[in-house]
T-cell receptor, first 114, second 114 residues
Framework: AQTVTQSQPEMSVQEAETVTLSCTYD???????LFWYKQPPSRQMILVIR??????QNATENRFSVNFQKAAKSFSLKISDSQLGDAAMYFC???????????FGAGTRLTVKP | ETGVTQTPRHLVMGMTNKKSLKCEQH?????MYWYKQSAKKPLELMFV???????ENNSVPSRFSPECPNSSHLFLHLHTLQPEDSALYLC?????????????FGSGTRLTVV
């Protein structure tokens, strides 16, 4: 079974600073996808960034970047220049190509201090 | 309407009631999902409908009954629920063959069983 572990239930960061959220996963597959989702108080899960396992280059999306370590099965999210609007729950997720299911971690609640 | 829409946004029901949650997607996706989100726990996949085929999680109690009349609509019928079923129920959709795109989520139904 594939499991996703987020070891940090809560994190806080000062506005404009950088924060890294951790995620590890367990799989025997070699081809899969990894995602970070953000869930603000509006409750809708929003895709932040994705990584394909066969790509060695770390994905980046503006202020968001990942550190993907395939051998270590680690997929951390770095948020640079943190903004108040970044405050939310962040979920790491793993997905195989087949079948259709995505596995999530328990989430990390990020607080941004002004 | 765009994306994934869930109704109602909030629901309070007694243990002897029967109610239904509704999900509608306007993205042309061909797979839909129900997830249960409880505090401090990973999202739990409940049901999947993919290319009109139902994939069921065997650990879901029979008091939860899904229905997918077409690729755009998904229902979750509830009856004789327990207080521990109180949670946020999230619907998501995706496109089979585009696994790297992740899922699109609705804003969820906050269910309280009294």
């Amino acid at each position: 079974a594939q499991t996703v572990t987020q070891s940090q239930p809560e994190m806080s960061v000062q506005e404009a600073e950088t924060v890294t959220l951790s995620c590890t996963y367990d799989t025997s597959e070699s081809d899969y996808y990894l995602f970070w989702y953000k869930q603000p108080p509006s409750r809708q899960m929003i895709l932040v960034i994705r990584q394909e396992a066969y790509k060695q280059q770390n994905a980046t999306e503006n202020r968001f970047s990942v550190n993907f370590q395939k051998a270590a099965k680690s997929f951390s999210l770095k948020i640079s220049d943190s903004q108040l609007g970044d405050a939310a729950m962040y979920f790491c997720a793993y997905r195989r190509r087949i079948p259709n299911d995505m596995r999530f971690g328990a989430g990390t609640r990020l607080t941004v201090k002004p | 309407e765009t994306g994934v829409t869930q109704t109602p946004r909030h629901l309070v029901m007694g243990m002897t009631n029967k109610k239904s949650l509704k999900c509608e997607q306007h993205l042309g996706h061909n797979a839909m999902y129900w997830y249960k989100q409880s505090a401090k726990k990973p999202l739990e996949l409940m049901f999947v409908y993919s290319l009109e085929e139902r994939v069921e999680n065997n650990s879901v109690p029979s008091r939860f009954s899904p229905e997918c009349p077409n690729s755009s609509h998904l229902f979750l019928h509830l009856h004789t629920l327990q207080p521990e079923d109180s949670a946020l129920y999230l619907c998501a959709s995706s496109q089979v063959g585009a696994e790297g795109a992740g899922y699109t989520f609705g804003s969820g139904t906050r269910l309280t069983v009294v």
